[in-house]
């Protein structure tokens, strides 16, 4: 840090476990992603090249190489995994995977319907060749999962070898965990809780009043995910109370003499 | 293409007459638009310089000719057309296209009165000179134009030189196509699409559901502007079902085996 | 300028005491600031390193003296001042000042409750080591000043030795001078402008439709704060008349013939 400030949270280090941040980057340029990881390199933990952009990004492997060369790992996200499903093509995926050289993966369900059995299947057999990040939630706004659901079908994504279990909300924060609005469904996110370790969890929280939502009932070290680059910073200084938001929430909790 | 997806919607290729991408520079520097055109030159087939941004811009000349090294034409936005005549200074923007060598240009009206007859004159005049984007519609939200009008005025101007017509959302896409809330006004476009060919047709859709929209009723080669520099190869990938937006829309179309 | 263009509104020009611009840098990289520099530098007047990420930034000296060659003075946002005084950490934050050769600092309550005596009197002691800036204004959208008290407040600062007053807005331009949907508190700005002179008061105003409002009812040379640098060439053109929100709104003043 800069400078002293006293009674600052503590603050997990790499590699961790716990208050992870995941960026997403949805298609920046080589310069780009040095910039952000000049600036947010020792904050983000893993990056996630949005959705299916891997598909149309012309400096993939020069990209992939920035990550790898600063530690950063990376990963495709769900929906080309879908893609390649959809299609099926699942083996041509598992290749893909080979030829980028990534060692993590994503699988999902948000945009297709796919028995859970077949979803476990899938997280159990590229566990073989990468860690797996899965997720729950529909892209779907009109789907409802209930509290017990979401539970059921995290417990089963980690024993079939998922890493991490990811709520699902999108890019733009209005689903899944979230409603329409971008409003916390936190009766959801307490009960998940009640069941699931914290640090097996990864929310994915891209609007910052739901960045603060998860930190002030989670404390510093909680795993978020959809993080924009720019927005890394800024997050980080409010898993610190360094920011209005949570400027009093840690020293109420803390209070420093 | 990074890897190979099956059933991928048929992209028209450059130089494009449907399916192009307008993006929209408001103030980049560059090494910014060097950024942009290394991601997303590939995509994006014309780059306006925003409203009268190129007024105040301290890297004008510099810009425009790493626009033009990499193949992209560029044009100022219509509200800079609009100042010019508002001052009686039309000679003066003649002589400014020609300054900067500019081979397009837009009309508009969107910011002042005009009579239409009068703005088909300066598109006749200015296609003597360049090539002519024509827009229709008010920037002014409580300016409701009528569907038969709208396809009356895009009549007249591609008749008077137009190469394309642009209809009006801003930079917001509050406004003119849409609602001020940025809800499509979905009548107004189908009727539009009745008379005047779509391929002739400028959308303005800054907004991701907009794109959305148009995409899925005019399927992944609809021409769609005011896109940002940094949503590019989102919107690439929306065309080409491969965001959850519109990954079931070609499928289903499609039917895959 | 790149070319003339008649009965533009004369903009105060470098040093500004009027209509200089407030940008706020929340995490850029070196090069980001030399973009930002290089297209923007002749219109911002000052920048601000966001409340506290000055704490997490890893290339803040580097950082802070590509702004000094540039003759851009910086400062730290407002809640770092307060991160040290709850901390009883003033003497901590002076010396800070000095080891970064800080020219100017903000003095602020927005996140904490102080005793306006005992926030004039930081005040008084800072201003005998830098320029202040003092803002008034809560973060905590709850808390509604009323206007006689923010003039008292503001008054009171001044006298103090604070440079300028800044109306707070944060980030998200959603609390003080607005309301939590962004709207200005109208009847309050103008009461305030009936006894401080408008070149002591830098309001905050990050939404362009905030900025607008203040430029229609100000002028172009108002003096305008927690602009993201992105939108500094966009608010230039709105001061000029050369946007079409403000398109209007000078021609009508000003009669060009």
Redesign the interface.
Same mark, same amino acid.
């Given at each position: 840090?800069?400078? @002293? =400030?006293? *009674?600052i949270p503590e603050r997990a280090t790499k590699p961790r476990e716990r208050g992870f941040t995941m960026a997403m980057d949805?298609?920046? /340029? +080589?310069? !780009?992603v !040095?910039?952000?990881l000049?600036?947010?390199?020792?904050?983000v933990d893993i990056v996630k090249l949005?959705?299916?952009? /891997? &598909? #149309? $990004?012309?400096? =993939?492997k020069k990209k992939l190489e920035v990550y790898r060369a600063a530690g950063i790992p990376t990963y495709f996200g769900g $929906?080309?995994f879908?893609? &390649?499903i #959809?299609?099926?093509?699942f083996d041509?995926y598992r290749r893909?995977l080979d030829?980028y050289e990534m060692t993590f993966a994503e699988v999902s369900d948000? /945009?297709?319907e796919m028995a859970h059995d077949e979803k476990c299947e899938y997280i159990a057999k590229l566990s073989e060749q990468v860690t797996v990040l899965s997720e729950v939630g529909s892209?779907d706004a009109e789907k409802i999962i209930p509290p017990y659901m979401w539970i059921k079908l995290m417990k089963a994504e980690l024993e079939a070898g998922a890493w991490k279990v990811i709520g699902e909300a999108?890019e733009?924060g209005n689903v899944g965990l979230f409603r329409s609005t971008g409003e916390v469904r936190s009766g959801l996110v307490e009960e998940i809780l009640t069941q699931i370790p914290f640090e097996k969890i990864l929310w994915e929280a891209p609007q910052?009043a739901q960045q603060v939502w998860f930190i002030k009932l989670l404390g510093a070290n909680v795993n978020l995910g959809n993080i924009a680059p /720019?927005e #890394? +910073?800024?997050l !980080? @200084?409010i898993r =610190?109370g360094?920011?209005?938001d949570t &400027? *009093?929430h840690f020293?109420d909790m803390e209070k420093?003499c």
């Open positions: 840090m800069n400078y @002293t =400030l006293n *009674s949805k298609g920046l /340029s +080589i310069r !780009e !040095e910039d952000f000049e600036v947010a390199g020792d904050y949005g959705w299916a952009t /891997s &598909f #149309v $990004t012309p400096n =993939l $929906t080309l879908e893609a &390649f #959809v299609r099926n093509q041509d893909v030829q948000g /945009s297709l892209k999108r733009g910052k /720019s #890394v +910073i800024p !980080e @200084t =610190l360094l920011r209005g &400027f *009093s020293l420093p």
